[in-house]
């Protein structure tokens, strides 16, 4: 039902995961939103896109959180959107498989948190109170996290371990004395882009016991919650536009009057909130409200590395359907190292996946194939735009395609026989489409070496300016609509929507 007693209103910059679930929020508490995004499909990473009448998720492809109790099960039910949504479950007996092509050894990883540590210690029997101990820290460290359970808080109390903020490396290696099996349990990198050395600890944690948990995925196309969230907006009174990009913020005296779009359009509210990368923000702007500290922090904090992504489309029958996700590694020691790209043995580790249709039988439609990749790799196109990067570009990113290929025929032989189409795409791709400086998986990059370099608060110096987003708190599919409730919450008060959404869950 639409709301009758609005009196604040917002608008909220960048149209992706985070601006979505914010607007969601704050919608529901009876203020009238606009979301503005600039591109002409909502959704960021949630957004799809077709290719040979075959749709393609350019992000979402696992979800975590989604389980019966999870936060974002509990979320999506609390804003009514879960049933609007076909979400699956991976398979529960494998919900990872590990390749190494080195030994040729596959790993088929069980979800849940005993099942998880069991498996392990029967490949590793000598390890298997390490193992224990091991998963024992991980899951401790996230109940150090309120906000990842959904528990209110004290906002201005926050207590660690020591641990917390080690390098995840040295992590793993302080509970795992095998080589082979620090490797192995490290594993998931690709999902929080991890370095050796500078990554913190419980962003690993996080990380990892989201997805023992039992991860997800949508069938059809990650767009659904875009739309369900959309949908949301619309109803409680706001709007959600696409095609139409901020250029420019006019501040006086600290606070925000009004925002200009591209194609002319003027907004002011009461509040705002900026859902895109602080950087991109920033450019918006050339207010003294933000000191030049803060700039220079902002534009040389480093960002998370990026990916290269394969898209493959099967002939009708040919290639099984894989209800999970498959890593595959080039050989052991290798996966804190992604970020150093080497054109002789790329891709040194990849992951890949069949995306699941709505009415999902025996085999697969098409596959997606991801592999890290720095942004360096592709700067000399910086200057480009898609669609427009020239032959070198097309014949580059084909070499790519090729090598991916290579990898594929080893784990499956006469698998391009089996392709009908394909296709890739590149750091540039997730820089333009996202807004991404960089083209960066998971916004700023994280050092336990040099945290503050990369904080960022939901406040800013502009009183009527808040943050949210992948940048701030936490990065991904879970950790982003978490951060929506904390910046809604700055705008309708600590532990309103937690409490919410816990009393709302209670009673269904």
């Given at each position: 039902m639409k709301n009758d007693n609005i009196q604040n209103t917002v608008t909220v910059i960048g149209g992706g995961l985070g601006g979505l679930f914010v607007a969601a929020f704050?919608?529901?508490?009876?203020?009238?939103?606009?979301?503005?995004?600039?591109?002409?499909?909502?959704?960021?990473?949630?957004?799809?896109?077709?290719?040979?009448?075959?749709?393609?998720?350019?992000?979402?492809?696992?979800?975590?959180?989604?389980?019966?109790?999870?936060?974002?099960?509990?979320?999506?039910?609390?804003?009514?959107?879960?049933?609007?949504?076909?979400?699956?479950?991976?398979?529960?007996?494998?919900?990872?498989?590990?390749?190494?092509?080195?030994?040729?050894?596959?790993?088929?990883?069980?979800?849940?948190?005993?099942?998880?540590?069991?498996?392990?210690?029967?490949?590793?029997?000598?390890?298997?109170d390490n193992i224990h101990a091991y998963v024992d820290a991980i899951y401790k460290m996230v109940d150090e996290i309120d906000f990842f359970y959904l528990r209110p808080n004290n906002e201005h109390v926050y207590t660690h371990s020591e641990e917390f903020m080690w390098p995840a490396d040295e992590f793993v290696a302080h509970y795992i004395k095998d080589p082979k099996l620090r490797d192995l349990l490290s594993y998931m990198n690709p999902m929080f882009g991890g370095v050796k050395g500078k990554t913190p600890t419980y962003i690993h944690a996080l990380i990892n016991v989201l997805y023992i948990d039992g991860p997800s995925r949508f069938a059809v196309n990650s767009q659904q919650m875009a739309d369900a969230l959309a949908d949301i907006i619309r109803q409680n009174g706001g709007a959600v536009i696409g095609g139409d990009k901020v250029v420019n913020i006019d501040i006086v005296d600290k606070m925000i009057t009004a925002l200009h779009t591209q194609k002319g359009n003027v907004y002011s509210s009461d509040y705002y909130i900026s859902a895109i990368h602080p950087f991109e923000m920033l450019k918006m702007t050339d207010s003294k409200a933000f000191s030049k500290a803060f700039r220079d922090r902002i534009a040389e904090a480093p960002n998370s590395y990026s990916s290269f992504c394969a898209y493959f489309i099967f002939k009708p029958d040919s290639f099984p359907f894989i209800n999970h996700t498959c890593y595959c590694q080039q050989d052991y020691g290798k996966?804190?190292?992604?970020?150093?790209?080497?054109?002789?043995?790329?891709?040194?580790?990849?992951?890949?996946?069949?995306?699941?249709?709505?009415?999902?039988?025996?085999?697969?439609?098409?596959?997606?194939?991801?592999?890290?990749?720095?942004?360096?790799?592709?700067?000399?196109?910086?200057?480009?735009?898609?669609?427009?990067?020239?032959?070198?570009?097309?014949?580059?990113?084909?070499?790519?395609?090729?090598?991916?290929?290579?990898?594929?025929?080893?784990?499956?032989?006469?698998?391009?026989?089996?392709?009908?189409?394909?296709?890739?795409?590149?750091?540039?791709?997730?820089?333009?489409?996202?807004?991404?400086?960089?083209?960066?998986?998971?916004?700023?990059?994280?050092?336990?070496?040099?945290?503050?370099?990369?904080?960022?608060?939901?406040?800013?110096?502009v009183r009527n300016l808040f943050m949210t987003g992948q940048n701030i708190n936490l990065h991904g599919f879970c950790g982003v609509p978490l951060t929506a409730v904390n910046t809604a919450e700055a705008i309708v008060g600590h532990n309103v929507i937690l409490n919410k959404i816990n009393e709302y869950n209670a009673c269904v």
């Open positions: 704050l919608s529901k508490e009876g203020y009238r939103v606009t979301v503005l995004e600039k591109n002409k499909v909502i959704g960021g990473g949630l957004q799809t896109f077709n290719r040979h009448g075959v749709s393609f998720e350019t992000g979402m492809h696992l979800l975590g959180g989604m389980r019966e109790g999870g936060a974002l099960n509990k979320i999506c039910r609390y804003l009514g959107i879960y049933d609007k949504m076909d979400i699956r479950d991976t398979d529960h007996d494998c919900m990872d498989q590990i390749t190494y092509f080195s030994d040729g050894k596959t790993y088929r990883v069980p979800e849940g948190r005993e099942a998880f540590a069991e498996y392990f210690a029967s490949q590793f029997p000598s390890e298997r996966v804190w190292n992604y970020a150093d790209y080497d054109v002789e043995d790329w891709p040194r580790g990849f992951m890949y996946m069949t995306p699941c249709e709505k009415n999902q039988g025996k085999y697969a439609v098409k596959m997606v194939v991801n592999a890290i990749m720095p942004y360096r790799v592709v700067e000399r196109w910086s200057g480009t735009s898609t669609g427009k990067r020239g032959k070198e570009y097309d014949e580059w990113k084909q070499w790519h395609i090729n090598k991916i290929l290579d990898r594929m025929e080893i784990l499956y032989p006469g698998f391009s026989d089996k392709v009908e189409y394909m296709f890739g795409s590149s750091p540039l791709t997730i820089r333009d489409y996202y807004d991404e400086p960089e083209g960066a998986l998971y916004g700023m990059f994280k050092d336990c070496n040099n945290i503050a370099q990369s904080q960022v608060s939901i406040y800013t110096k």
